[in-house]
């Protein structure tokens, strides 16, 4: 079994009634979570970009769409959109969902590299590849996808989780060593970690402000 495989395997592995009502969009944390970083999203893209009806994106590994909408809140037109997933199922899920947005299926490094987007963004996808040169060859593909004025967007967790050895934690260091031949790379931490931001509801705001060191995730802007 390769590593795009045992990727698969992973994500299957974790679609039980419990992780889904644990991660549910409609819950208090994952609202907060969402807010936080649709506005930082907001915050990149107005400072970066001139026009926002102008930007043309590229999410990879989209899941079942959970971040689109709110790049089209934000003023991207669904035509500039495309998005890229490895499961099968989730592809389903997406085109009966957004059938107007353009969709790759499969392998990211499938994606033809004539395209060339102003954003490339990843969400959650590079914690759960184990396999270090995979990584570097998405990092790399990530890269020549992108203009040479544009960025990659980057969310992910950067500690490993002791309860679920499917998933690695990404590291400052390592998004810089994935990424050497940026032009430059500006790192955030974000999201108070799940363990205490789902105990907290409504003071996640608070907690998330006054305890900046309990965040689990970063948001990179990373420059061609």
């Not at 990584?135 to 992910?156: C, H, T």
């Not at 940026?182 to 999201?191: L, Q």
């Amino acid at each position: 079994m390769d590593e795009i495989d045992k990727i698969k395997e992973r994500y299957k592995s974790r679609q039980t009634a419990e992780i889904k009502s644990k991660y549910a969009q409609g819950n208090t944390y994952s609202k907060n979570i969402v807010k936080e970083r649709e506005l930082l999203y907001a915050s990149v893209l107005t400072n970066k970009f001139a026009k926002i009806e102008d930007i043309k994106l590229l999410e990879i590994g989209a899941g079942e769409g959970l971040n689109l909408n709110g790049f089209m809140s934000l003023g991207i037109p669904k035509e500039n959109i495309t998005i890229n997933e490895l499961l099968e199922d989730r592809v389903v899920v997406l085109k009966q969902n957004y059938p107007d947005i353009k969709a790759y299926s499969g392998n990211a490094l499938d994606i033809p590299s004539s395209e060339q987007f102003d954003v490339v963004f990843q969400s959650t996808v590079f914690t759960s590849i184990l396999d270090k040169a995979l990584k570097q060859q998405i990092a790399n593909k990530m890269l020549k996808l992108v203009k040479p004025n544009g960025i990659i967007l980057w969310y992910d967790f950067v500690y490993d989780n002791p309860n679920n050895k499917d998933v690695k934690g990404v590291s400052k260091q390592e998004i810089r060593q994935l990424f050497a031949k940026a032009s430059k790379i500006t790192i955030k931490k974000v999201t108070l970690a799940p363990p205490i931001g789902r105990r907290v509801g409504n003071l996640y705001g608070i907690l998330n402000g006054l305890f900046p060191f309990l965040r689990s995730h970063v948001v990179a802007v990373i420059e061609k």
